[in-house]
C-alpha cells in the first residue's frame, strides 16, 4: 500500500485516541457486568453540624473497582450510566448500600446519622422510584426522613411531569429533597419555586475562593438569604479550610462537607472515623439528644 505524508503521526493519533474509546467502550459494556459482580461500592462523605462539632450525617458516592481499569470515578461512569439506562440499576444498588449502612450505624450508637443519595433524573422517570424508595427503607427499617435525595439542579430543567411526580412522592413519603451544586444550573430559582425541596447545597465553586473573592461571597451570602426567607436549609459543600469554616458559620449555613470534615471514605475507613469523632467530642455522646 502507498504510504502518505503524516501516516506514523495520525497513526499515533488514532492510538491514543482509540484507547479512549476502548475505555470509554469498555466503561458502557461493563457496567451492569460489574453491579451483577458486585464490584460498584459506596464511599461516605461526612456531614458536619454548622459549629463543625458534630457528625450529622454522610453523603454515599458511587465507585467501581473493575478489573482492570483499577478504582474508577464517577465522573467516568455516571454520565456514561445514565446514557445507557444502567443509572437505575446502579442508583438502586447505591440506595440499598446507603440504606444498609446507615441503619447499622445507628445501631452501633449514632441513632440521628442520616444518609444522603444522589438521583439522577432517569431514575426519575421510573413511576416506581419513590415506591421502591419507601420499599427499601421499610426492609431496612429506618424512618423516611433518614433518607435524603440529592438532585441535580441542571437535571431537573426537564420540567417533564413524570420528573417532579416522583418527587412529589418522595416528598410524602417523608424523604428528605435537596438540590445538588447548587446555583451552577439555569433556572435554579424558578423550580425552587415549584418543587417540595428542604435544603440547597452550595456549588464548591463559589465555596472554592470564598476568601479571597468578593463576588463568590456576595452569591453565597444571597442563597443563604434566599434559603432562609424560603425556610429550606443550606449546605456548604467542598469546604477545605478552617476560614471557609468559620466564615461560612457566621453566614448561617447550617450543615458543612468539603474535605477539612473528611475526605469520602470507605466503608471501613468511615467506621474508624466514626469512632475517632467519638473520641474527640468527648462528652458528646452522653448528651442528652432530642427525638427528631
Ligand atoms: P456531588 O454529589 O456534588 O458530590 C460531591 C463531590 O465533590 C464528590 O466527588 C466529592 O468527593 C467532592 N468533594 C467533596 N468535598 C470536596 C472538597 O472539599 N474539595 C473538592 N475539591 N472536592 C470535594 P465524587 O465522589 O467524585 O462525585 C462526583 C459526582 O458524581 C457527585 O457530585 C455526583 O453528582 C455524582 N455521583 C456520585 N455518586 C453518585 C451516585 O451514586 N449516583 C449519581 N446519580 N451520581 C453520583
Ligand atoms: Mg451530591
Ligand atoms: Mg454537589
Ligand atoms: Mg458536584
Not at 445501631?107 to 422510584?129: M, W
Not at 450543615?255 to 462528652?283: D, H, I, S, V
Amino acid at each position: 500500500s502507498k504510504s502518505i505524508a503524516g501516516e506514523s503521526g495520525f497513526k499515533f493519533y488514532a492510538e491514543e485516541m482509540n484507547q479512549a474509546v476502548r475505555e470509554q467502550m469498555q466503561i458502557e459494556s461493563s457496567i451492569l457486568r460489574g453491579l451483577r459482580a458486585g464490584e460498584f461500592f459506596a464511599c461516605y462523605q461526612p456531614l458536619f453540624s454548622q459549629d463543625g462539632k458534630k457528625l450529622v450525617g454522610m453523603e454515599a458516592l458511587a465507585r467501581w473497582q473493575h478489573p482492570t481499569l483499577g478504582l474508577v470515578g464517577p465522573d467516568k461512569f455516571i454520565p456514561v450510566a445514565e446514557a445507557n439506562g444502567a443509572i437505575v440499576q446502579l442508583g438502586d444498588r447505591m440506595l440499598e448500600l446507603a440504606l444498609q449502612n446507615c441503619k447499622q450505624w445507628r445501631e452501633q450508637g449514632y441513632p440521628h446519622l442520616t444518609v444522603a443519595v444522589n438521583v439522577s433524573t432517569r431514575q426519575l422517570k421510573d413511576r416506581q422510584f419513590a415506591e421502591r424508595v419507601a420499599r427499601q427503607l421499610q426492609m431496612v427499617g429506618l424512618p423516611p426522613d433518614a433518607l435524603c435525595c440529592e438532585l441535580t439542579e441542571s437535571l431537573l430543567m426537564e420540567h417533564s411531569n413524570e420528573n417532579t411526580e416522583q418527587i412529589f412522592r418522595l416528598k410524602e413519603l417523608g424523604v428528605k429533597l435537596a438540590i445538588d451544586d447548587f446555583g451552577t444550573g439555569y433556572s435554579s430559582l424558578t423550580y425552587l419555586k415549584h418543587l417540595p425541596v428542604d435544603r440547597i447545597k452550595i456549588d464548591r465553586s463559589f465555596v472554592n475562593e470564598l476568601d479571597s473573592n468578593p463576588d463568590d461571597r456576595a452569591i453565597v451570602v444571597a442563597i443563604i438569604a434566599m434559603a432562609r426567607s424560603l425556610h429550606l436549609k443550606v449546605t456548604a459543600e467542598g469546604v477545605e479550610t478552617p476560614s471557609q469554616h468559620q466564615l461560612l458559620q457566621e453566614l448561617g449555613c447550617d450543615t458543612m462537607q468539603g474535605y477539612y470534615f473528611g475526605k469520602p471514605m470507605q466503608r471501613e475507613a468511615f467506621e474508624l472515623f466514626l469512632l475517632n469523632g467519638a473520641q474527640l467530642l468527648a462528652g458528646e455522646p452522653s448528651d442528652p439528644q432530642p427525638e427528631q
